[in-house]
């Protein structure tokens, strides 16, 4: 199945160390978070920009708001109600996510014991996560448990495989991907040049 959804190489990240400096803040951080900037250099793990603006993508059942960026909100709009026309739904379980956030994230998991390595298998470290470009989303289904492996083995799932690219979403992070993290079927990118041409409404 990852085969069929496939992966992408953003052309907007930023290698690490070749594009420009690492911040001195964000290499501070990374050394209090335990994370080796050789580590990052070793994975080819990208540096990724914020963008300047960010709308309302989804608001979720307790009150809170999902952001992306304008275009990736769009889309994500469309593809959802592509979905549910399929009698599939889809929501948001996590989207845009500041540095900060990140930072909290990954504090909160090697508070909980868990050992750095753990923790950058499935956590991007601070400044190299997709979700600072707000147009990475989690994506969530009635069928199944969040964040979970599972979510390949439901219906949600395969219409994506089958539909996302036409919203220009790619899976970011199949089974054996370059980055060296866990497999995501959850983790979908928006990328404005991948998506396929809408037709003139008549």
Known sequence: MSATCGSRNDPRALAVGQQRPLDAALRACWQQLGISERLVRERRLPLFEEPPELALAESAADGRRHLLTPAAAAAWSAMRA???????????????????????????????????????????????????????????????????????????????????????????????????????????CFDAAAAAPRPAAE
């Open 82 to 188: 592509a979905a549910a026309a399929d009698g599939i739904e889809i929501h948001i379980v996590s989207a845009h996510r500041s540095v900060e956030r990140q930072i909290e994230i990954i504090g909160h998991k090697l508070e909980s014991g868990q050992s750095i390595d753990q923790v950058l298998a499935v956590s991007a470290p601070p400044g190299c996560s997709e979700h600072h470009t707000g147009r990475a989303v989690d994506i969530g289904t009635a069928d199944g448990r969040p964040l979970e492996l599972e979510f390949a083995d439901t219906p949600a799932f395969r219409w994506l495989c089958e539909h996302a690219a036409r919203f220009g979403f790619r899976l970011s992070f199949p089974a054996g991907n370059r980055w060296g993290y866990d497999y995501e079927p959850w983790h979908w």
